[in-house]
């Protein structure tokens, strides 16, 4: 069955009760049992929910797993997966990683004893340096955010392999639509379904799929003892964002695609960084392990005067964190969702203050040049 078709009908063959096409929502706390320990699958709502277990169903066979798992948002996702290590243990992460990963780690779990190091995911050699006796596991973005850096999988896979490593990777951008990391090697890939999977912006989730079953009922322990799941309404409309999903992201890379061409030859954007573009580096890399482009955008146009500008005078896209949804968004991460990472690190890794991210909607792309081009030009 292809992707498009899965879409659609995995992990749901219609309502054994009442026949009905759709995942019914299971608002309900807690399950009737027929004697002490005899129950129908069910006990309680944060151990397990029959709309949240079809939504688990219908991630895992996505993105090619023996078991997928949802969680209360993807930062709820990644705390669970962090809890997989213990203090000592070492992690390494891509040093492009989205501003709340690196929280994460460095504000939090690094208190508790869990170390990391932040290297350019790009250079395997520098991956493969980067490994000390206490490492555990590689957590890597490809494309990351923002700058949207490739980063080979397979190459990844191999010194995850070598070294007796976890290979995390977090495939929110891409989606299982244009990429599937664990037919690559990765042992785990997470998701802010918030984003591309719900597609609307009407819901925070996130969710996890691995490809060991030992380690799949590791991460369920973990997800019933930590309780950050999400709830049934939640569950019900990921599930109906990702009946779209394939319609929706077709759309999302070829109005990037044009847009990206037309920044490209902007007198006033300095640099494009879009992986649909020949003389992106990692062009090549990305097709090999990919089926598409994506519809996110970045550019810089050189100050924070101009960038602010740009955003104030859009009309179309609107000013907002998040991203993947049918409506296009424009935010500059240096001062919104990267604030949290230290001003002379972002300067280092090219996060400036003239960056400005764009999540390209599906409204028609000529609406769409044509206010970013009024923008640029006040």
């Given at each position: 069955?292809?992707?498009?078709?899965?879409?659609?009908?995995a992990g749901f063959d219609g309502d054994p009760a009442t026949g009905a096409v759709t995942v019914p929502i299971y608002q309900v706390s807690t399950y009737r049992q027929e004697a002490v320990g005899r129950h129908k699958g069910y006990e309680y709502s944060r151990t397990g929910n029959p709309t949240r277990a079809a939504l688990e169903a219908l991630i895992a066979d996505l993105e090619g797993g023996s078991r997928g798992l949802a969680f209360a948002s993807g930062m709820a996702a990644l705390t669970t997966l962090l809890l997989l290590f213990q203090a000592g243990d070492h992690l390494i992460l891509g040093d492009d990683v989205y501003g709340g990963t690196f929280r994460l780690q460095?504000?939090?779990?690094?208190?508790?004893?869990?170390?990391?190091?932040?290297?350019?995911?790009?250079?395997?050699?520098?991956?493969?340096?980067?490994?000390?006796?206490?490492?555990?596991?590689?957590?890597?973005?490809?494309?990351?955010?923002?700058?949207?850096?490739?980063?080979?999988?397979?190459?990844?896979?191999?010194?995850?392999?070598?070294?007796?490593?976890?290979?995390?990777?977090?495939?929110?951008?891409?989606?299982?639509?244009?990429?599937?990391?664990?037919?690559?090697?990765?042992?785990?890939?997470?998701?802010?379904?918030?984003?591309?999977?719900?597609?609307?912006?009407?819901?925070?989730?996130?969710?996890?799929?691995?490809?060991?079953?030992?380690?799949?009922?590791?991460?369920?322990?973990?997800?019933?003892?930590?309780?950050?799941?999400?709830?049934?309404?939640?569950?019900?409309?990921?599930?109906?964002?990702?009946?779209?999903?394939?319609?929706?992201?077709?759309?999302?890379?070829?109005?990037?695609?044009?847009?990206?061409?037309?920044?490209?030859?902007?007198?006033?954007?300095?640099?494009?960084?879009?992986?649909?573009?020949?003389?992106?580096?990692?062009?090549?890399?990305?097709?090999?392990?990919?089926?598409?482009?994506?519809?996110?955008?970045?550019?810089?146009?050189?100050?924070?005067?101009?960038?602010?500008?740009?955003?104030?005078?859009?009309?179309?896209?609107?000013?907002?964190?998040?991203?993947?949804?049918?409506?296009?968004?424009?935010?500059?991460?240096?001062?919104?969702?990267?604030?949290?990472?230290?001003?002379?690190?972002?300067?280092?890794?090219?996060?400036?203050?003239?960056?400005?991210?764009?999540?390209?909607?599906?409204?028609?792309?000529?609406?769409?040049?044509?206010?970013?081009?009024?923008?640029?030009?006040?």
């Open positions: 069955m292809r992707l498009s078709t899965r879409l659609i009908h460095d504000k939090v779990f690094r208190r508790f004893g869990l170390e990391a190091t932040y290297v350019d995911t790009r250079r395997p050699e520098h991956v493969a340096a980067a490994i000390q006796p206490n490492t555990r596991a590689l957590l890597v973005e490809t494309p990351t955010n923002p700058l949207l850096k490739i980063t080979d999988l397979r190459a990844m896979a191999d010194i995850a392999r070598q070294h007796g490593l976890l290979l995390i990777v977090d495939n929110t951008f891409m989606t299982p639509y244009w990429q599937r990391p664990l037919e690559l090697g990765a042992d785990i890939v997470w998701h802010s379904a918030t984003k591309y999977l719900g597609g609307h912006s009407d819901l925070v989730a996130g969710v996890v799929v691995v490809r060991d079953p030992a380690l799949g009922e590791r991460l369920a322990f973990l997800q019933n003892a930590a309780g950050a799941v999400p709830g049934p309404q939640d569950c019900y409309l990921l599930i109906r964002g990702i009946k779209t999903l394939a319609v929706r992201m077709k759309e999302h890379e070829a109005n990037a695609r044009r847009i990206a061409q037309w920044l490209a030859r902007h007198p006033r954007v300095r640099r494009v960084y879009y992986p649909g573009l020949p003389d992106h580096p990692g062009h090549e890399v990305h097709k090999r392990q990919a089926g598409g482009f994506g519809g996110m955008i970045s550019f810089d146009v050189g100050s924070g005067e101009l960038a602010d500008q740009v955003v104030r005078r859009v009309r179309l896209f609107t000013l907002a964190e998040s991203l993947g949804a049918v409506e296009s968004l424009i935010e500059i991460p240096a001062r919104m969702t990267h604030a949290a990472i230290p001003p002379e690190r972002r300067q280092a890794l090219g996060v400036t203050d003239g960056l400005i991210r764009l999540s390209v909607g599906i409204e028609d792309v000529e609406d769409l040049i044509a206010d970013l081009d009024q923008a640029l030009a006040g």
